[in-house]
C-alpha cells in the first residue's frame, strides 16, 4: 500500500502543481507522485502555472526553472509568493546554473537538480508540505534516509524492508502494529485522529471501535517506549487521537 500523501489529520489527498514544460519528464512525474497518492495537475508554462495555482489551490508547487514564455519559473515563484505561503520547490536541469540564492530569495522553500529520483523528490515535497504551516504543526525531526528509511529521533523505520530499529535495536512488530507505527512516523509532530488511525490501519469496517485500537498502541508503545507507562514517542491526545514525536522536542 503506497504511503498516503494526505495532510495531516486531514483526508484529503496532498494536491502538487507542476510547471514543466518537457511532456515526458511532466508525464514521468505524474506517474510517479499518482503513484504514491499525489493529486497532480501540470502546467506547460509560466502563465498556465498561475492561472491553475488560482484555480486548484495547491498544497506543494513545482516549478521548472526554464519554462516559455515570458516567465521563467523564478518569475511564477515571486508571483505565487506575493500571495501565499503555499511550499514551493525549484526544479532546475543539470548545466542550468541555478541561482540558489535568487531562489531562495524569491521564495523557494527547496531546489532539485534533473536528473533526480522520485523517492529524493517525495521525500522533499514531504518535506516543505510539512515545514508549512498549511500542513499542520511542525515536523519534529522526521527524516528520510538515502535508502528510504524514516528516522524520527531513537526510532528507525523501513517501510520497504518493514523492519523497525529503536535505539538501535531491531523490535518486531506484528502486521498491524508495523502499518500503525509508520502512519504515524510519516506523520511525526501532527496529530492523527482516531478516525483516521481507524480507517487507514484497521479498515473502515473498525471506524466506532476505539478499543482495536488502544490495544495496539499500547502493544506498540510497549515495544517502543523506554517507560510504556509514561509514553514520550507516542503521545495521547485527548479526545482527539495521537501524535508521535521524538522526545524533548
Ligand atoms: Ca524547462
Known amino acids: 500500500m503506497p504511503s498516503p500523501a494526505t495532510r495531516g489529520g486531514e483526508d484529503r489527498p496532498t494536491c502538487v502543481l507542476i510547471a514543466e514544460d518537457e511532456e515526458s519528464f511532466a508525464d514521468a512525474l505524474t506517474v510517479g507522485l499518482s503513484r504514491e497518492g499525489f493529486v497532480v495537475h501540470v502546467a506547460g508554462d509560466g502563465t498556465t502555472a498561475l492561472n491553475l495555482f488560482g484555480s486548484i489551490d495547491p498544497d506543494v508547487v513545482l516549478l521548472d526553472q526554464m519554462l516559455p514564455g515570458g516567465l521563467s519559473g523564478l518569475d511564477v515563484c515571486r508571483s505565487i509568493r506575493a500571495t501565499s505561503s503555499v511550499p514551493i520547490i525549484m526544479v532546475t536541469a543539470k548545466g542550468e546554473e541555478i541561482d540558489t540564492v535568487v531562489a531562495l530569495e524569491v521564495g523557494a522553500d527547496d531546489y532539485v537538480t534533473k536528473p533526480f529520483r522520485m ?48 535505539r538501535g535495536s531491531e523490535i518486531r512488530l506484528r502486521r498491524k502494529e508495523f502499518d500503525l507505527l509508520l502512519l504515524l512516523v510519516e506523520n511525526a509532530g501532527r496529530v492523527l485522529t482516531r ?21 495496539h498502541i499500547k502493544r506498540l508503545r510497549s515495544q ?14 485527548r479526545g482527539v487521537g495521537y501524535r508521535f514525536a521524538a522526545p524533548g522536542r
Not at 478516525?195 to 490495544?215: E, F
Not at 517502543?224 to 491526545?237: G, K, Q, S
Request: net charge negative.
Open 195 to 215: 478516525d483516521v488511525l481507524i480507517d487507514r490501519v484497521l479498515g473502515s469496517d473498525y471506524i466506532g471501535d476505539t478499543k482495536t485500537l488502544d490495544v
Open 119 to 166: 523517492r529524493e523528490l517525495i521525500a522533499r515535497i514531504r518535506a516543505v508540505s510539512r515545514r508549512s504551516p498549511r500542513g499542520g504543526p511542525e515536523v519534529e525531526g522526521a527524516q528520510r534516509t538515502e535508502e528510504g528509511q524514516i528516522v524520527v529521533g531513537e526510532v528507525a523505520v523501513d517501510p520497504d524492508q518493514r523492519r523497525v530499529h529503536v
Open 224 to 237: 517502543i517506549e523506554r517507560n510504556p507507562a509514561e509514553p514520550e514517542l507516542i503521545t495521547t491526545v
